[in-house]
Nanobody, 113 residues
C-alpha cells in the first residue's frame, strides 16, 4: 500500500536551517506530483510547496525564497530544505501525494530560541 514517512524535524533557532525528508513506497513515485503541507498550532493545514513529476516547483508566498522542494525519483524520496527559518514556520510538516488522499504521519518543526 501507499506509504509516506517523514523524517528530519526538530528544534532550530530563528534564522537557522533544517531539511525534512519523505520516504515513499507502494506506488510509482516518479509519475506523481508531490507536496509538503504544514499545520501550525491553531491553524488549518496549508500547502507549503509542490513539485510536479518533471520537477517544476511552486511555493507559498510565505516561504518563497527560503524553502526549496526537491525529489529524487531514483530513491523515491521528497525533500524540503528550509532556510532562514522564522518562528511562524513552527508546525507539523506533512508529505503528500497530490493525487488521492495519501499523507505521511508528519514531522514536528519548532523554530525557537
Amino acid at each position: 500500500q501507499v506509504q509516506l514517512v517523514e523524517s528530519g524535524g526538530g528544534l532550530v533557532q530563528p534564522g537557522g536551517s533544517l531539511r525534512v525528508s519523505c520516504t515513499t513506497s507502494g506506488f510509482i513515485f516518479s509519475i506523481y506530483a508531490m507536496g509538503w503541507y504544514r499545520r501550525a498550532p491553531g491553524k488549518q493545514r496549508e500547502l507549503v510547496a509542490m513539485i510536479s513529476s518533471d520537477g517544476i516547483s511552486k511555493y507559498a508566498d510565505s516561504v518563497k525564497g527560503r524553502f526549496t522542494i526537491s525529489r529524487d525519483n531514483t530513491k523515491n524520496t521528497l525533500d524540503l530544505q528550509m532556510n532562514s527559518l522564522k518562528s511562524e514556520d513552527t508546525a507539523v510538516y506533512y508529505c503528500k501525494r497530490l493525487a488521492g488522499d495519501y499523507w505521511g504521519q508528519g514531522t514536528q518543526v519548532t523554530v525557537s530560541s
